[in-house]
């Protein structure tokens, strides 16, 4: 098994800009969740850095490839 390819959309680069957020902290979320929710095509993974959870929206291209769709903080896991 290779590694997992990463690429974010359009929206999501805007947003990591926009929000300041660490693409490293969006890989570690991604590969490491704390929780993992599979809803209508999407990966919903949560990954708790300090008081807050990073959460990422993404969907499979490949068998080893994502796509990042969106990704913000929040407060609790759903």
Partial sequence: ????????????????????????????????????????NKYYAYKKFGKLYLKAVFGKVAENMVIIITQHFVRKLP
Avoid: C, W
């Fill in 1 to 40: 098994m290779g590694e997992l390819s990463i690429i974010f959309s359009s929206h999501a680069r805007r947003q990591l800009e926009e929000r300041k957020l660490d693409v490293k902290l969006v890989r570690l979320t991604v590969l490491h969740p704390n929780k993992l929710i599979f809803y209508e």
